[in-house]
């Protein structure tokens, strides 16, 4: 009875061939760019914001406290709550820090626009390129990098047991430039603010963070929360008059 | 008994000779004993305890524990090839957790053997009503007495007689869960404490695990089976309201199978089937069905798609373009009449009509069968690189103590 044991290396024996996928646009996937001539694209961007989705008040996990789209900058969390706009243009000004970062610090210099949204979005969320995975079993990918061993990286990101579900995802914009179904961002503010309504009535918000969603709401709506009090009702047409 | 107990290799270090007399214990009997330590070097559970009964000299004693049923296979049985499963003991059985530092419990001390034996626990006064299944009751919340998952009684508590401590832990997840006013599939009625004598047969960990099995109280309310971790996963078979539910830790995924027939499903990030043979949706009813993103159908197969109505018409209705395209030959076959109106119609003329757009194929690159698909996710047969939920730190438990 044969057992195997689970393998913190890339080989022939778990390497994906990603030659039997489809590659959704070769010229992204195989055109080499100087990594100062390239830029984060729309569709990553989009990638980014649909995985995080906005949310207008605070909310705390794993003790990290977090507004919009997770961004945790202290005067967006303390103040009256991040409208969706407000909490991109925030976003986005994070992620251009991080991709500046991210040319001086990365190995190559020139990649596939591919290879450079697939790299940046890791950075973003790890803040290293040098491994992934978890303490239990780490894929150090820095080499593979270096010599641009591409599948080998994909495999690694694949197989990552921290954050899967994302550096799968990753793997695919990597080798095939399959960014996934693109989700315009009227519609996650929608099922965001759908998600708002939710939390709110079922009472697992607290009085700031309430404070913030019925601000978000009306001023994404128009339209009040239920059961919000007359003078919360007033001090709001009022702050946003 | 004394032998058996040695040849498991469990140390009965000495044959009892408090009385003076050889290989007489003359401590026989059961005694009341406190737990002084529960860890135990040999992982055989045994418990040190103190029994007053035994005087104020080496009142701290190593006891075996006894568990309500188990056992193992005749270690005589056992072959030489000790890598074989054949040729080795096997166990089974209940393992319980040991009881905490300071509870009492009793210890039985036969004729023959020196090491008492733990046969149960003593419940204390007041000190049960998270047992049977973790009720929720009243609590003290906000600066007053409300319902919601409820702690042991403090025990410096003189006030309000049944407010007990808030289960903060428990009720943020029934917040999280949207459950924390569903008395039912949220809070839990299951208490050691509801009524006497109980109608409730319940097992919990002491991190807050919990199975229940549950007669339901004088009103027929809380007939239920159920099984829940500490952080809010659950299965919960109810009787009184005739339903079955399941839900994760956040409560973003959910099913339920009520009684009327209905099944209702919840997913916040996605239903994914996958099915090697036919997906059948009958339904004696309407289909409906809407997506606020997009609908994606597609057939790979030489039937590819067929629609048709018996009685009623086929509407279709687009709010911008609608493009058909053909590989082949188009075919518009009517047994009437054929209308067609619009501002201006084009036949083979200087304007080509727009291609129609495919539906979009997504790399299925966690599988090993099914390669693309519109789908975005596409479940296999295990080991199935797309789960998501995985643990890398091999198990670990001991074999030989010393």
Partial sequence: ?241 | MAGIIKSDGVRVSNRAKQGGTENINTLHGIYIAEVITNADSLYTGRITVRIADFGSKNTETICLLAVPFGGHTKISDSGKDVTLDSETTVSYGMWPQPPEVGTNVVVAFTSTVEQGIVIGSLIAKDRNAMMGGRSSGNVYANGEVSTGAAMEKNPHDNSDPDAKPLDTHLQSILNQQGLSLDYVRGHSQSSARRESPSKVFGITTRDGHVFTLDDGDETGASKNIRLRTKDGAQILLDDSKGFIFVTTQSGDAWIEMNNEGKVDIYSKGGVNVHTEGDYNVHAKGSINMQAEQGVNIKSTGGDGIKMETTVGGIDVYSALDIKMESAANYHLLVAGNQIIKGTRIDFNGSMAPDSATKPTVQNQTVNDNVLTSVASRVPEHHPWLGVNGVEEKPPVNKGRTA
């Fill in chain 1, 1 to 241: 009875m044969p057992v195997t044991n689970l393998q913190s290396t890339i080989d022939a024996k778990n390497l994906i061939d990603y030659s039997l996928f489809t590659n959704m646009d070769a010229t992204t996937t195989n055109t080499l760019v100087n990594l100062s001539d390239l830029e984060a694209s729309d569709k990553i961007i989009n990638f980014k914001l649909r995985l995080i989705n906005w949310k207008g008040y605070k909310s705390t996990r794993d003790g990290v406290t977090t507004i919009g789209y997770k961004s945790t900058n202290v005067d967006a969390i303390a103040g009256t709550g991040l409208i969706e706009s407000a909490a991109y243009t925030l976003y986005i000004e994070m992620f251009k820090d991080k991709e500046r970062i991210f040319k001086k610090v990365f190995p190559l210099s020139t990649l596939t626009q591919s290879q450079y949204d697939a790299m940046l979005s890791l950075y973003i969320a790890t803040s290293t390129f040098s491994y992934v995975g978890t303490e239990d079993r780490k894929f150090y990918i820095l080499d593979d990098i270096k010599d641009r061993k591409w599948d080998h990286v994909a495999t690694a990101l694949t197989l990552s047991g921290l954050d899967r579900t994302t550096r799968q995802l990753e793997a695919k914009i990597l080798m095939l430039s399959d960014y996934g179904s693109y989700k315009d961002r009227a519609l996650i503010k929608e099922q965001s603010l759908q998600h708002l309504i939710k939390d709110y009535k079922t009472n697992q918000l607290t009085d700031e963070q309430k404070t913030q969603a019925e601000y978000v709401y009306y001023a994404e709506t128009n339209r009040f929360l239920t059961n919000m009090t007359e003078s919360k009702k007033r001090l709001l047409v009022k702050q946003l008059s």
